[in-house]
Each structure stands twice: as C-alpha cells, then as structure tokens.
C-alpha cells in the first residue's frame, strides 16, 4: 500500500463517517498558534476550536497535516524512524462522538479491508491506568469501548501517566488517552518486548487523545463542558507497517532520494548521509514552500540549520556542488499532487536553495580546513567553544554541524562555551542596537543602578506630551557633565521597538521668563527593562536635587514626526508583505523624526515596481484616513487576533497591541508611539532599497513634509537637468542615452586616433644600455584601460628590446604603466620592480609581472617625477 493511498483511504473513510476533510496548515502556525515556531501536531491548527475561541467549520473534521520536530533534527538518520518533516492523518470531534465512537472507528479503520487491513489479532491497545497524583483510577470507559469492540483483555495494556495522559502544557484542557499497536510477530524484538515498552517488535502507529479534563494552576483536574477527541496516526510509520521494510526510509517516499544521493555521490556513501539528505530535502522544500526564508533568527535558522547539514553531508559523499535543486525537483515530483502548493512555489523553493547553497558552499571548505586544524588540536578530546563559536561566526557552520563533525571523530563540542560566548554576541548585539546605544557602559551601569532606587517611571507619554508637577526620585551627576535623572512620571519615550528617544526638556522653580526659573534640555532617555532614565546636561541641571517638583515637555514637532513615521513603518511592512510575500518578517528598523529604515527577510532586492507598488499601497492607506488605536491585552488573545510581534523581542502576559484600520491593514505588538490617524502622516517616500546583510534588505523612506520636500527636490533637479540637456523633462532620459551613445563614440576615436599615431608616441626615444629602446612620456589620455593597451601596443611596435614608460592623468588622480620587450626581461629587467620605485613619488604603489606592470597614486603633480624615476631604474639596471 503506497503512502498516497494510505492518506487517501483515512480521508476517506472519515469523510464516509459525516467528517469534513480539511487541507493541510502551513507549517508556520502564526495565524493559528503564534505560539510555536513550527506546527508539530495535527491538532494545532485546530487548537481553537478545541478551545471554544473559534466555532469550527463542522464538529466532526479528519486531516492530512503536514508537521514539523525541531528536536528531531540531530536525531535523523541514527534511528530508522525519526524524521523532522512528517505527515499526521488524524480525526477530530468537538463536542460530537467520544470515546466509545471513536474506539470503534479507529478499530474498524485498522481491520476492515477497506482501510489498513490489519489481522484483528495483531493488534494490541494500551489505555490509561491511573495516576494517584491526579486522582484518577483506571480508564475504565476506554477498556470497555475496546471490549466492546472485540479486543480481548489480554490485548488491553494499562500504562502509566507519562503514556497515556495528555496534556496541552502545565494548565488547560487534558485527558487520558489510547495508542494502537502493531504486532509485528514473534521474530522481532526480544521476548520481553511488550507495547509501550522499548523493543522493536510492536510498532505504535494511532493516539487517541479524549479530552475531558482542564488542569488548573494548583494541578487540580475539572472536566470540560465539552468533551472533544484529537487522534494522530502517522502516515510515515503506517507506510514502514504496510510496506513491509524496517525503517521509514525504505518506504516509498524516501526510496527515491536515496537513490539520488547514490546516483550523485562520488565517494563511498553511508547510510546516515543519505538519510539525512533525503529527509532534510524534503524539510526544505515544504518549509520554503511555507513562506520560510533561510535566516539567523527562529524558524528562518531551523531552515538554515537543515539546509546546511545537507550541504555538507552532500559535500562529504562527494556530490558536486549545486544538488540541492535536484533534490527539490524529487521531492516535487514525490509530494506536488497531495501538496499542489509546492509546484506552485517552485520557482520560489529554487531560488531560495540556490541562494543559500552558494553562499554556504562559499565557505564550507574553508570553515572545513579550520575543523581539520580545529579537531587536530583538541585538547582532551573536546572542541573549545570558542572554536565552535569561530566555525559559526565566521563560517555559518550550525552548532550542530560541528557537532556531528566532531562526533564522527569520536569528539565532543563544549556546548556550554559555545552557548556563552553566542550569549555574548546577543548582548552586544542588543547592546548596539538600544537605548543606551551612545551611552558608555559606566553611564549604562550608572543607569541601572539609578532605576532600582525608586519604583519605576510611570509613562504618561501616550496621552500627553506635556507632564505638569513630575516629581525627582532619583538623580546622579557624573563625571563628563551629564546628570542622569528619574522622574515618577515622564511623557517622554525611551529608546525602544526600533523607535529612538524623544528630545523635551525639564523646567521648574517657577514660570519661564521669571526669577527663579531653570530649564535643562533632555539630551537622551534611556530605556532600563521596563523603567527609564534622562540625561541632562550637569551645567543646566545644577540645583536639582530629589524631590524637586518639575513640568517634563516632549519636543512636539519631533515626536509628531517620529510618531508618523513610526505609523508609515507598520504600514510598510503591511505593504511588503502583500508586494513580496507572507514570508516578510521585520529583521531591525531605526524610527526618528528625521526618516524611518525597515530591514526585513527577502533574498533579493525590489524591482522598481514592486517599490511603486509598495509606495502607492501606503500612500493609499495614509489618504484614507483610518483610525490608529491601541489597546493593552493578554498576550495570547493579541496572537490569536493575529497580531505580529517582533522576533526576538521578549514580551510579558499582557502587551500593548497596534491596530490601524479594522486590523485588517495592520495589527502588531508595539510600544511605540502613533498618529491618531493615517491621514497625519501626509505623504510617503521610499529613498532607497537595498541590502543590509544576507537574505535580509533595507528600505529608507521619509513622511510628511520631509517627503514633499524629497519630491519637489527630485522635481527640480529634472527640470535643471532637462534644462542643462536643453530638452524637455519627458525626453530626459532618451536624451542623456542618446549624449552617453555620442560620448562613447567620440572616446572611442580619440584612442583609435592615439593608437593609429602610436609611430608619433615613441618617435622620442633613447637607447638602452646592451641593445633596445626607451620611451618614457606623459599621454593625454582620460581612460586607464586605454592607457595600458596604449602601452602594449607602443611596446610591440619598439620590439622585443623595447621598452615603454606612459603616464597619464585619470580624472584627478595619477596612473602609470611599465611595459617590457621580453629580451629585456631575460636581462633581469622587471616591471613591477620599476614601479614599485616610482609610485611612492606619486602618493601611491602598485605592481605586476614581469613584462607589464601598474601603479597608481594621489598626486597629479608627482606624475612626472615618477616617469622620471622609472626611466632612471629601467637604464641604470639595464646598464648594470
């Protein structure tokens, strides 16, 4: 029975019981449980409907899900069953049958020829024992619901809570749950071999979860008002039961790709390589095909992660460089017609495996030849993890590559090294990219220190930007001239979420303008976790002590540009991700008054009209005047109303949560400040697109008047540069093709024209010492290229005694070409000898062969004193 048509029967089957079939999730959970990097279960998707948060389609559904194991990983390929990409065929009921309908499905499923065809005799059942820490007995409605159905007693195993009891965490829905087992006969396994033990001769292949408890916090056990059933049967391992072969590579969705990996291979295979290959190809098609992007951060580094173990086990069994496509084409041809989205994404699925194949095959033999020297000088058999670090900084090799490396010769990585000094890089990271970014790490500690002296700031900047009667609860002047102070309340933002810190002032001891009256500028404010710190100027702040009563301001013109565009950028990564993809996730963003940078996943850059598209879909947005709100919220409901949040950002229970529009243009987790409608942006620019580091591409864009004033900069400079071509705007660019054509044509003479007059060039001459000729001159020529062809030809044409010095003006700086006969190289004359001597007289140096040497420099006015000095090397070693 082939794996498709295991999927199709169960589907099948479950359609004919009144279940309606759902397609496969997408492997990245965000919109239904943002809660997980990966879908590792078939329930997930499904996860609120189990929890009354979303009314499901129907109450009775059945699914192919297509799932993914992190854990997994290192695991693929050492046993004969793991894998990290895998399929779950499962049925589900929501307040419908339990357990009774569900034991007599899955039974009649197994045994009838109609769906899996089992001999009712091999197969055997475990149910829930009991567990006195939950107070609970026996699953005697379980083991009747089997009795029931024909399974003797003597088939009907008891097991203990780490089982055959589910739970969804430490608290929320729970129940006791079923496995069905495979016999795989006597001639398997050892005589103690029992199901839900450790041997090999019963296969567990169906887990029938019933739900009916909620575990509270203090481990109590509450039924559910509903009592819901969730079943996983795998479809790989039932391929390994009725394909008849010993591990799930052998099956018919894994014998293909490990035929490749023989075919391609030049050196002598394993099985191990090929395992990993064949599943990790197939990881990489489905989670690219998702949306996935090869990245440094969460599930962009698990793809990274697999993508590179193949590489280099490919690399290891000696297949050229460049297979990671052939893989895909295979797992296409494999999976396209159950998953018709991977055909679709294809093209996508290529480029992306291309793209990283290339970049790590860059460095895969270097970062290999440093794990030679590496492994070589281990000391006590074990991999500093400071090596291990270098592997991954400088190489990209993964953690667990130079694992599985050092494992093959038989040593060991220090994990913990490794991991601190990746601590390290995090916090410098963060450190470079925060509040504190100008700040010195005495002023941060100092900053620190500072903010556990009182309770924390209380901002009050979303409501207003002018905070009357603050109060000094702390304040520290240090060395430098800056004094750090901590107000109880503060309406101005500290650094953070990519937004940087207002600008405002303090001011007390009286109305402006009388006596008395001080004001000291807020040079910076520094964000401590979730408390903050201003830093004045000491001069200005002189007399402030604690428990003065001070009036706090923002700059208003500086915190309405910011807000807008802080506003403009969630918008922008709205109107990516509808240009580009759903793959976009932001990778970093600086937002000030002066113009916003968003860096995002993509691997290659925008054409000009996916950025026109980008820059009208929010200009669109901004003219429709659509609210901007804000509300604090639970961060589980704030993901499961689909909000976006921020990789790598840690967030408490309840956040702040970003909506403009209905949502449905955008909703993210921020703490940022906004408009309170698009409208106030104004307007909206890109500046620039480009690349910020691998995969990952940067846009700069201004708002409101500082992108009119952008566009009506660019508008005048047309009108000058159309004025200057003497044409009018619209013809502009055909004009300046048409003068750069003209150019070229006219410099294209001119060196035909010097080259035709070479007799001229060397008609001044002087002879060498021992036979031949020298010319040593200035050419007027403004092309390097033709200068050095100019000299070649001039060479050739004085013989093979003959020998050239030009030099020539390019642009604002100095050139020089040496060229040889090659009589006068066999008398020990060199080139690159000679203008090694005379460049440093034009600020400059340079080198080459023999025969034909360059050199270039800083200083026009030296050019002719090196001529000068190379002429003067060439005849004193030729008279040597």
């Known amino acids: 029975m082939t794996s498709d048509e295991i999927r199709e029967r169960f589907l099948s089957y479950f359609e004919g019981k009144g279940h309606l079939r759902r397609p496969s999730a997408s492997l990245v959970p965000a919109a239904h449980d943002p809660s997980v990097l990966l879908t590792t279960a078939g329930m997930h998707p499904l996860k609120d409907y189990f929890l009354g948060k979303e009314q499901p389609p129907a109450n009775t559904l059945t699914s192919c899900q297509k799932c993914f194991r992190t854990g997994d990983i290192e695991n693929v390929g050492v046993t004969d069953r793991h894998l990290t990409m895998f399929e779950m065929l499962g049925n589900f009921s929501i307040g419908d049958y339990f357990k009774q309908g569900a034991v007599e499905m899955a039974w009649e499923f197994s045994t009838s020829p109609e769906g899996l065809g089992f001999a009712p005799e091999s197969v055997w059942v475990t149910v829930f024992g009991g567990d006195e820490e939950l107070g609970l007995g026996p699953d005697e409605e379980a083991i009747e619901a089997w009795k029931s159905v024909g399974v003797p007693s003597e088939r009907i195993v008891l097991a203990g809570r780490e089982d055959n009891f589910w739970q969804a965490g430490p608290t929320g829905p729970c129940g006791p749950c079923s496995e069905l087992y495979f016999d795989r006969g006597p001639d398997v396994g050892g005589p103690n071999d029992a199901p839900a033990g450790e041997g090999e001769r019963y296969l567990e292949f169906w887990n029938l979860v019933f739900m009916q408890y909620r575990m509270g916090e203090d481990g109590s056990l509450t039924p559910l008002p509903t009592q819901n059933i969730d079943t996983g049967l795998g479809l790989n391992r039932m391929a390994l039961i009725k394909q008849g072969v010993s591990n799930v590579f052998e099956t018919d969705q894994f014998t293909p790709l490990i035929e490749l990996g023989k075919q391609l291979a030049t050196k002598e295979v394993d099985d191990r390589a090929l395992r990993i290959l064949a599943d990790h190809s197939r990881a990489m098609t489905f989670l690219i095909g998702d949306g996935v992007v090869p990245s440094n951060e969460e599930r962009g580094y698990i793809l990274r992660r697999v993508m590179r173990r193949a590489i280099l086990q490919g690399s290891r069994i000696g297949i050229p460089a460049g297979f990671l496509p052939k893989y895909v084409d295979a797992v296409i041809e494999l999976m396209g017609t159950a998953y018709p989205d991977l055909v679709s994404e294809k093209d996508t699925i290529l480029r992306w495996v291309v793209a990283e194949e290339e970049a790590f095959g860059r460095t895969l033999e270097q970062g290999t030849k440093l794990f030679e020297e590496v492994a070589a000088n281990a000391q006590g058999g074990v991999i500093s993890g400071d090596d291990a670090f270098k592997l991954h900084d400088t190489f990209g090799f993964p953690y667990d590559v130079t694992s599985d490396l050092a494992e093959e010769r038989g040593l060991r990585v220090d994990e913990a090294g490794f991991e601190a000094r990746m601590a390290k890089q995090r916090e410098q990271s963060r450190a470079g990219g925060a509040a504190l970014t100008s700040a010195t790490p005495g002023l941060r500690d100092a900053a620190a220190t500072l903010a556990t002296a009182t309770e924390p700031t209380r901002f009050t900047g979303y409501d207003e930007l002018h905070t009357v009667d603050a109060r000094v609860t702390a304040l520290e002047h240090l060395e430098g001239g800056r004094t750090l102070v901590k107000l109880d309340r503060s309406p101005l933002y500290a650094t953070g979420g990519g937004q940087i810190a207002d600008s405002g002032e303090l001011s007390w001891g009286g109305l402006p303008d009388t006596p008395g009256a001080r004001n000291a ?344 004193e090196a001529i000068a000095e190379a002429r003067r090397v060439l005849l004193e070693t030729a008279g040597a």
């Open 521 to 864: 500028p807020v040079g910076d404010v520094m964000r401590v976790g979730d408390d903050q710190i201003l830093v004045v100027d000491s001069t200005a702040a002189a007399g402030l002590s604690v428990g003065e009563v001070v009036d706090a301001e923002v700059d208003h013109a500086a915190r309405f540009r910011t807000q807008g565009n802080h506003t403009a950028t969630h918008l922008l990564q709205s109107a990516l991700r509808e240009v580009v993809g759903d793959h976009v996730r932001q990778a970093g963003s600086y937002v000030g008054p002066d113009k916003l940078r968003f860096d995002f996943n993509h691997g290659s850059g925008l054409s000009a009209d996916e950025l026109r598209q980008v820059e009208d879909l929010v200009n669109g947005w901004i003219a429709a005047d659509q609210p901007v709100r804000w509300q604090i919220l639970p961060i589980d409901e704030a993901k499961s109303r689909g909000a976006t949040a921020l990789f790598g950002e840690k967030y408490g229970d309840v956040v702040r949560m970003v909506e403009i529009g209905d949502g449905n243009w955008s909703r993210e987790l921020c703490g940022g400040t906004h408009v309170a409608r698009t409208s106030e942006i104004g307007a909206f620019t890109i500046l620039s697109e480009s690349s910020s580091s691998a995969n990952v591409r940067r846009i700069e864009a201004l708002t409101g008047p500082a992108a009119v004033d952008r566009l009506r900069e660019a508008q005048r400079l047309l009108l000058d540069a159309a004025d200057a071509a003497r044409t009018q705007p619209e013809a502009l660019a055909e004009t300046i093709v048409g003068l750069r054509e003209q150019l070229k044509a006219a410099e294209k003479a001119r060196r035909e024209a010097l080259t035709a007059n070479v007799d001229d060039l060397i008609a001044e001459r002087d002879d060498v010492p021992g036979g031949g000729a020298i010319v040593a001159r200035t050419i007027d020529i403004d092309d390097g290229k033709a200068l050095a062809e100019l000299a070649g030809r001039a060479q050739q044409t004085l013989g093979t005694a003959g020998a050239v010095v030009f030099g020539a003006a390019i642009g604002d700086k100095p050139q020089l070409v040496v060229a040889l006969g090659p009589e006068l190289v066999e008398r020990g004359l060199n080139a690159g000898a000679v203008v090694k001597a005379a460049a440093p007289l034009m600020g400059g140096g340079g080198g080459g062969r023999p025969n034909v040497a360059q050199a270039g420099g800083k200083r026009v006015d030296g050019l002719g």
